[in-house]
Each structure stands twice: as structure tokens, then as C-alpha cells.
């Protein structure tokens, strides 16, 4: 058969989303939290796993998990969420709901390459302002200047940014919502990590959502993403989810772990140990690394794929950004670790680039 008959041509030019084998590596590369839950914990979590009726569908609108969500995220009274498998499908749904009639999404860049896939993969047009070099901050005449001239259905910012760790100024982001004839997004898949959100901004902002996750304090496995907005427009997303998109166990799992793990604490251990890793990366000669309100840092070296390899080859995988936007030329990202593991990385780290001089 001629696939190429069928699929999409943007379809077929597009490469699909690669996630490298971690298996007996150090992983440092996904934003993770490294940190499981005690034995006791553990225990408690299998007996309510015990109880759980696999063999029926699970609650189509997670009511309950919503609710603790709301309570956990500090989401206002008066705005309504929905559940998506992860941020992915959150975004996946946006598009969905609001492609067509020569609709765009408009981005800054470097971000979330989700953006830009989602898009082409849904059929909207995908617009990229790049930030500025020196500091990864926003260029803000030439964001308004975009929504002025293309009047994007979407706006996507991700605050801190991914890949960059920065949280970009507030009063730009205000002008922002004002200027925008669409929705803003606000991606907050780091709000644990960073001193602000958005989030108690939604009765201000009819066009605001707000995007968060489980994924990156300690529940990534279980892939929930939750979107919070005005009430009419959640209705309407909601005719685009599928239904029982959020797993039983999922549902189960969250839900106790955000009444009964070490979530809290475990962030803040990683905020801790992430000013310290970056404050032991500005030590080292030939590396420069940006601050970050995220749980990883942006680091630049000389011959980075070659840090990249060697690293790998020393039992350390970290993500390789080199050639994916010319403002991370020799770029690579490290998620912040265990305090064990992030010694390991700057020991093999500084060992590399002092023998690459």
C-alpha cells in the first residue's frame, strides 16, 4: 500500500516525539521528580489500590480528583476545570476545539515543542516570536505586534519556560491578555518550583486559562494535566475530550497522593538542591548557566553534543538541545536530581570540560 496516498504530508514530514532509553542510566533529562515514597506510604497506597474496581469504567468527569485538585492548586471559586491525559492532551484539546477558518497559534520560541507539533498535527498555523538572546526575556513589541497582525485564536506562554527556567515579566504578560483577541494559555507545568502563577488572575482575565500538572512533583507516571477557565469555556472543551480519558487508577493514585505523600516536601528539597547545583555550575570554567524558577537548569558548553556523548557514555543522560533553535547553540538542559545524583553529574561534568579545555 502507498501510505503516502493517505497521511497527511505534514504529517508524514513530521518526526515523531523521541523519548531515549533511560534503562541503567542516571535520568536527568525529563523533568522528573526523582524522589519515590517511603514503605509505610507505599503500603497505604497498595491497600487503596486493592479496592478499586478495575473492571468498570472509571468516573467519566473525575469529580472528586477535580475537586481535590481545585483545593490543592488553589484554583478560584467560580472557575471550572478539565482533566486532559497530561498537559499534551490539554493543548491537543485547545486546538482541536478552536482549529479551522485560518486560525493560529501564536508561541514564543524556544518553548514547549509540543506547541508547535500539536499544531501541525491539528491543522492550526504555528507562529513563533523568538525571545530575547542575552537573557531569554520576552520581546514584548514584537509579541503585540504578532497578535496585531495575525489575531491568533491561541497564545501559549509557559511560565517558567521550557527549556529556558525563567518566569517572564508580569506587567508583559497583563499587556498580553489586554492586546489578545483570543485565549492566552498559561502553561504553569513548573508553578511548584517558581514564586508566582497566574492562577488567582482568572476572574480578572475572561481569556485567561491556566495549565498545570501533576507530572513534575512526583506523579508523572499517571499523566494528568488540568486546565482552569471561565465556566462557558470549559463547557466547550468538554465536547472535545474523549470520555474516561483519566484512568481508575490514575484517579485512585492521584487522589491519595495529594492527601497522603510527601509531595510538599519533596518540592521543596528540589528547590533546595537546585540553587545549589546552580550555584556549583557557576564555578565551572567553560560552562555558563542560567537561573531557573523550574526543576532544571539551562546550561551552555563548548561542544555540547560531545559533553552530551560523553556524559551518556558515564552512565548520565541529560536532554541535548544543540540544533533545536539557534538561540540554544550548544545548549544543554539537567533536571535537577537527587543530591547523590546531581554530584555525580558535576563531577563527570567538570572532569569533561576541563579535558575539552
Not at 13 to 23: F, G, I, K, R, T
Not at 222 to 247: F, H, T
Not at 277 to 298: D, I, K
Request: proline residues 5%; contains cysteine.
Amino acid at each position: 500500500m502507498n501510505v503516502s496516498q493517505w497521511i497527511r504530508p505534514e504529517i508524514r514530514d513530521l518526526s515523531a516525539y523521541h523519548v531515549p532509553d533511560a534503562q541503567h542510566l542516571i535520568k536527568l533529562d525529563a523533568m522528573e521528580n526523582p524522589y519515590h515514597w517511603d514503605e509505610p506510604t507505599l503500603k497505604l497506597w497498595l491497600q487503596t489500590m486493592a479496592k478499586t474496581a478495575v473492571n468498570r469504567y472509571p468516573d467519566a468527569h473525575a469529580i472528586e480528583l477535580k475537586q481535590q485538585l481545585k483545593k490543592s492548586m488553589v484554583v478560584p471559586e467560580g472557575s471550572a476545570t478539565i482533566l486532559g491525559n497530561g498537559s499534551d492532551e490539554l493543548i491537543q484539546i485547545l486546538m482541536l476545539a478552536m482549529a479551522g477558518d485560518g486560525h493560529k497559534i501564536l508561541t514564543l520560541e524556544p518553548s514547549f515543542v509540543m506547541y508547535k507539533m500539536l499544531a501541525t498535527i491539528t491543522g492550526m498555523e504555528y507562529l513563533g516570536i523568538s525571545l530575547n538572546q542575552q537573557d531569554f526575556s520576552l520581546n514584548l513589541p514584537a509579541f503585540l505586534q504578532a497578535i496585531e497582525q495575525h489575531q491568533p485564536a491561541l497564545i501559549f506562554l509557559a511560565y517558567p519556560n521550557n527549556p529556558t527556567g525563567n518566569l517572564f515579566d508580569v506587567s508583559a504578560i497583563e499587556r498580553i491578555l489586554r492586546a489578545a483577541h483570543g485565549f492566552v494559555v498559561i502553561d504553569e507545568a513548573y508553578a511548584a518550583f517558581a514564586d508566582h502563577s497566574f492562577i488567582d488572575k482568572l476572574p480578572l482575565y475572561s481569556n485567561l486559562l491556566v495549565m498545570r500538572t501533576v507530572s513534575k512533583i512526583g506523579l508523572a507516571g499517571l499523566r494528568i494535566g488540568l486546565l482552569a477557565g471561565a465556566p462557558d469555556v470549559i463547557a466547550e472543551l468538554e465536547k472535545v475530550r474523549l470520555p474516561y480519558n483519566i484512568n481508575v487508577l490514575s484517579q485512585v493514585t492521584a487522589l491519595f497522593a495529594l492527601q497522603q505523600a510527601p509531595l510538599a516536601q519533596q518540592t521543596a528539597q528540589i528547590c533546595h538542591d537546585r540553587q545549589q547545583l546552580f550555584a556549583e555550575l557557576t564555578q565551572l570554567r567553560g560552562v555558563a548557566v542560567w537561573p531557573s524558577q523550574a526543576n532544571f537548569l539551562l546550561l551552555r558548553v563548548n561542544h555540547a553534543q560531545q559533553v552530551f556523548n560523553q556524559l551518556k557514555q558515564q552512565g548520565i543522560l541529560i536532554k541535548n538541545l544543540h540544533g533545536s533553535h539557534p538561540l540554544l547553540d550548544n545548549c544543554l538542559r539537567v533536571t535537577v536530581g537527587k543530591p547523590e545524583e546531581n554530584q555525580q553529574f558535576l563531577t563527570a561534568l567538570r572532569e569533561i570540560v576541563a579535558n575539552h579545555g
